[in-house]
């Protein structure tokens, strides 16, 4: 039997009674009975405050909306932004509480905000002398392979904090785990792990249902994919927001598809075959514009790697549509948002090889995942 942290919170009753409990948490903070992980904290210890990530406690803002601080409706609790001006808590809030519980569902890309908003919460607590609590989930695109890029610390940013991999292989407990020691944040924390886990398996293998943790990975396989095609966030390609197969699909008005997936065909590109498709977004790049499109229809989940595809559709793209363009970056002063994505500026370089680039980034996986293997726990 299969079992996320939350549901194996009663074995730490003794760390949780009497103590005053901040939450970090999101739609997929749920037990196997849909139970939420706030309702359970609510009824059975002390929970006095929330604390909301990117898209909102209750899930219900787009990418990159502001959240504001508010008052949660159902259980009159306060909820603190950790997503906006600032993704520290402050101390002032900090000083209300004595343990942080942190259970939000990861995707396994190095992409994802709610890491990142975890090891925050960890270096706030550490100088507050607050405990961390984790519940552990699995990872749902499995947990025993790296893929990508090994994360260049001048590229560091809130979609890519650390020099972990694309395709991370980490749980969110592990992740909290390896970063703890390896930053030296040296925090209090603790893992409610998972039990009757196999690292192998993707989420809809298992007898849990996939709650998506954001509003455009509505899928397992939008998650597959999105290791590889959020690459096109950092460009003027559509990675199909607004549509119903973000990152399921990538486009523009300008894109010539058929010469695209013809290029990509002289590849052995296994467990995936690409569709010319149109789709019009009904928001963000590209909205109500007929885009022509690239399809990514998964075949084989073990054998399909999404990063080497994104890499050299990218990179062709590239220097075939003149109408191409990486955007410029998010705030005055700072790096075009692909070198934050991709960690590394390699890709807007003239001599740039995809080649020769994912060639020279195997040695650095084979590293990464020596390294990340000491703090499994499954």
């Given at each position: 039997m299969l079992n996320c942290g939350i549901d194996n919170i009663k074995s730490y009753d003794s760390l949780l009674k009497g103590a005053k409990i901040g939450l970090i948490t999101n739609p997929t903070g749920l037990d196997k009975n849909f139970k939420s992980t706030i309702d359970i904290l609510n009824e059975n210890y002390n929970l006095v405050c929330m604390f909301s990530p990117e898209h909102g406690v209750r899930g219900d803002l787009q990418a990159g909306d502001h959240v504001e601080t508010y008052t949660d409706s159902i259980t009159g609790l306060p909820v603190y932004s950790l997503y906006g001006s600032s993704p520290h808590i402050k101390s002032e809030i900090l000083d209300t509480i004595d343990i942080i519980v942190f259970d939000i569902q990861d995707v396994g890309a190095r992409f994802y905000t709610y890491m990142y908003t975890l090891s925050y919460a960890m270096e706030d607590c550490k100088k507050a002398g607050k405990r961390v609590v984790v519940l552990d989930r699995i990872n749902p695109i499995s947990a025993n392979r790296v893929e990508g890029t090994v994360l260049d610390r001048n590229f560091?940013?809130?979609?890519?904090?650390?020099?972990?991999?694309?395709?991370h292989s980490l749980t969110i407990g592990e992740f909290a785990g390896y970063i703890n020691e390896?930053?030296?944040?040296?925090?209090?924390l603790t893992v409610v792990k998972c039990s009757g886990y196999d690292r192998s398996v993707y989420l809809?293998?298992?007898?849990?249902?996939?709650?998506?943790p954001s509003p455009n990975l509505p899928t397992i396989n939008s998650c597959i994919c999105f290791t590889g095609t959020c690459l096109f966030e950092g460009t003027n390609l559509s990675e199909g927001r607004g549509t119903t197969k973000p990152f399921?699909?990538?486009?523009a008005p300008y894109l010539n598809a058929k010469a695209v997936i013809s290029a990509m065909n002289e590849f052995s590109?296994?467990?995936v075959l690409l569709r010319e498709t149109y789709f019009t977004p009904s928001f963000s790049k590209h909205q109500g514009k007929v885009c022509c499109g690239i399809a990514l229809h998964i075949t084989n989940r073990d054998k399909f790697e999404p990063f080497k595809l994104a890499v050299r559709m990218l990179d062709t793209i590239r220097k075939t549509h003149p109408e191409f363009e990486f955007i410029k970056p998010l705030k005055e002063g700072g790096k075009p948002?692909?070198?934050l994505l991709l960690g590394t500026d390699e890709i807007r370089r003239d001599d740039f090889d995809a080649e020769?680039?994912?060639?020279?980034n195997e040695a650095k996986l084979k590293q990464y995942q020596k390294e990340i293997s000491k703090f499994y726990l499954y």
């Open positions: 560091s940013s809130f979609v890519g904090r650390f020099p972990i991999a694309t395709r390896t930053e030296q944040i040296n925090c209090d809809d293998e298992t007898e849990l249902f996939y709650v998506p399921e699909v990538i486009g590109h296994e467990g948002f692909i070198d020769k680039f994912m060639i020279a």
